[in-house]
């Protein structure tokens, strides 16, 4: 995607051959700085501490740590030390376990020399396939946009999406928005209802940002106000992405989209996610067993903006001394999904649905884990 006219995407290999360069999201929308990551403890700290997130882009990320890793120590010690480093850092996204297992396969029975050089390949190839996976779900995502097109007649198609599922939280072009930008180079008119997603703002900060370096019509809205603004008739189809999808079609995303989900179910209103398969976790049947992140207060407690002068300042919104809780994520379950857009097609959000796209995975893992009765 660019930005200000020249191309990016959220990670990539410096000229060096051997670092890796990310964009600091924590500092966006206001600054857009370049970070250098050099190490598997500041690959670690860049996902933990929000530098990068998104599944996709943690996934990618992971796989570049371990192979910034092995490039220190390729021996079995470094290699798990830096595995289990790496998967401390964020419990819910399915994306960072499955990265790091298929690197760390990879490297599992080439001798220690050829680790890091192996490690580096396969992290390359995972970022690759996420762009592709990505156009291909924009592909079958933009399907439905043209046919909502083909009702309003030339006018605007009017479109909620909640966090941000775009290219920042990808290696590029994005899960959620990809059919909206290559709606919006199509030329189909559209209006984005973005949720500015408390307590990180990662829909009005990032979201909106990216559709205004588009070119996309938007406008932020509070979280709370999708459901009002559902019920006025103003929402065509909601498209949201996912942090982990069970075998049954239950979602894991951004704390707030099951409200979201509720509410366009109440309205007969089309919810969608957009799950590429890396987000899929199979060994799992019900949103129940996914664990969800609970992170620090001061994320509810204090907000960082720009002020009038242009100076990033960070201050506190809440009563001081009260208690907070931060999960930063929910499950919407696959009842209230209409459809799964993946890199392979649009699946109902069941087993079955998702079997029949994926039955090279769907078959190769035992039977998966059910919620209790």
Known sequence: MKVDGKGYRSIWLD??????????????????????????????????????????LIGATAAYGLA????????????????????????????????????????????ERERATTAYREAGLIADEDVEGNRAMGEHGLRLI?????????????????????????????????????????GIPLHVWVGETRPRNQGGAL????????????????????????QRGEVDLCIVGADRT????????????????????????PFYVASPSSTIDWTLDSGGHIPIEERAAREVTHLTGATASGEL?????????????????DVTPARLITGLITERGVAPASREGLARLFPDQANALVEPVSAPE
Not at 21 to 34: K, S, T
Not at 70 to 82: I, K, T, V, W
Not at 210 to 226: R, S
């Open 207 to 230: 979201t909106a940002w990216e559709l205004g370096h588009e070119g996309i019509p938007h406008t932020i809205i509070v979280d709370n106000a999708g459901g009002h603004i559902m």
């Open 313 to 329: 300042a960070t201050i506190q919104v809440t009563a001081p001394g009260s208690p907070v809780g931060n999960p930063a994520f």
């Open 146 to 186: 043209r046919e909502v097109a083909k009702r309003r007649g030339g006018e605007p198609v009017r479109v909620l999406t909640h966090c941000n599922a775009g290219w920042l939280a990808t290696v590029d072009v994005g899960t959620a928005t990809a059919p909206l930008y290559q709606a919006h180079r199509e």
């Open 246 to 269: 069970t075998a049954s079609g239950d979602v894991a995303n951004k704390i707030g989209t099951y409200l979201k989900a509720l509410a366009a179910h109440d309205l007969g209103i």
């Open 15 to 56: 000229t060096d051959g051997w670092s890796v360069r990310i964009i600091d999201q924590r500092r966006l929308p206001h600054r857009f700085e370049v970070v250098r990551l050099t190490s598997v403890g500041e690959a670690a700290a860049a996902i933990a501490g929000m530098q990068v997130r998104g599944a996709p």
């Open 68 to 111: 910034l890793a092995l490039r220190e120590r390729p021996d079995d010690e470094g290699l798990q030390q830096a595995l289990t480093r790496l998967r401390a850092t964020r419990p819910t996204a399915v994306n960072l376990e499955w990265a790091l297992g298929r690197v760390g396969r990879a490297v599992q029975e080439v001798p």
